[in-house]
């Protein structure tokens, strides 16, 4: 990193030793998101970090989402609904990281959980016609938290999608949304019955195993083996479905796990990525109008960061 990069990120109070350089960016263009939206900086351990809003402000308004319709939907599944349904929302965060992979998740599919028309014709050309009618989205969905009948842990997806393909069969998406995460989290303790779905999906290449239990593998592993558990379960409730991994482009630590995970599958059916970039064209093109055009700005604009920082060659060859 640069003496001028290092100083601009000191401006905007977003300069973090421990940032790889995806993150330094991440970070700087949510600051930067914050400033023009006017809102007062969030702190980190009692010093000002440019990527989180002052609380309990950021939990008042809502002001880490981008539209009316979207605060409706976080009010009623968050706020209004955490007693009954048992769903885990990490807070504060969920308010105030303007980084945090959570809010992204509504600002992403809020709207389009209000609109299931924009929603089919959006998954529609993004799966190419797997997905024909978008039918619900859930946030945080568990089929079973700790449910043995799955994987037995308490792992959700992020956002779930139910649909019908074109033949009328009852299909998901179950899809894990991450922004600036690189997948470096501690691995969880390996389950037998993580091991025997494996076996019943009958996707993995067996020489892999040990990788997929390891990370970066192990949380894309275990997600994947949920989808597969939901598709194997004696209820039958679906007759197709896969799980999708949602990053930007740019997050080349997500994106180098997500080439290292394909190799390991033998059938690659029920193993979808996605980038933000890809989704929100998706979107764009079937009519999303403005709303997806502010999620593109907050979320993507990587190009007014670049200005401050400098050549993105620069940064790579000093990645940290």
């Known amino acids: 990193m640069t003496i001028g990069a290092a100083q601009v990120l000191a401006a905007h109070h977003v300069l973090v030793p421990t940032d790889n350089p995806f993150q330094r960016r991440a970070r700087l263009l949510q600051a930067l998101w914050r400033e023009e939206q006017n809102l007062s900086i969030g702190e980190h351990r009692g010093r000002p970090l440019g990527s989180r809003i002052a609380m309990p402000r950021a939990k008042d308004d809502l002001s880490n989402y981008l539209t009316d319709t979207i605060r409706a939907v976080v009010r009623y599944e968050v706020l209004e609904s955490e007693d009954r349904t048992g769903k885990l929302f990490g807070q504060p965060r969920i308010w105030n990281d303007l980084l945090s992979s959570q809010p992204l998740c509504f600002n992403l599919f809020a709207e389009l959980q209000k609109d299931l028309p924009l929603a089919s014709r959006a998954l529609r050309r993004l799966t190419r016609g797997r997905v024909d009618r978008v039918t619900d989205i859930a946030f945080e969905h568990s089929p079973g938290r700790s449910d043995t009948r799955y994987t037995g842990d308490r792992s959700a997806f ?8 074109a033949a009328g069969d009852r ?19 390996i389950r037998e019955r993580y091991d025997q779905v494996a076996g019943d999906m009958g996707c993995f290449d067996q020489a892999s195993m040990e990788r997929l239990r390891r990370k970066p593998l192990q949380q894309i592993w275990r997600d994947h083996l949920l989808a597969g558990s939901l598709l194997l379960a004696r209820d039958r409730q679906f007759a197709t479905g896969f799980f999708a991994f949602l990053y930007p482009s740019d997050n080349d630590r997500c994106a180098r796990a997500v080439e290292a995970y394909g190799a390991c599958l033998r059938d690659t059916t029920s193993f979808v990525p996605w980038t933000l970039e890809a989704v929100v064209d998706a979107v764009r093109a079937e009519g999303g109008g403005a709303w997806i055009e502010t999620a593109a700005r907050r979320y993507l604009h990587f190009e007014k960061v670049d200005t401050l920082l400098g050549p993105l060659s620069d940064r790579r060859a000093s990645a940290s």
């Open 158 to 165: 992020d956002v779930f999608v139910t649909f019908l393909n």
């Open 171 to 189: 299909g998901f998406a179950g899809i894990e949304v991450k922004y600036h995460e690189g997948l470096g989290d501690k691995p969880a303790d």
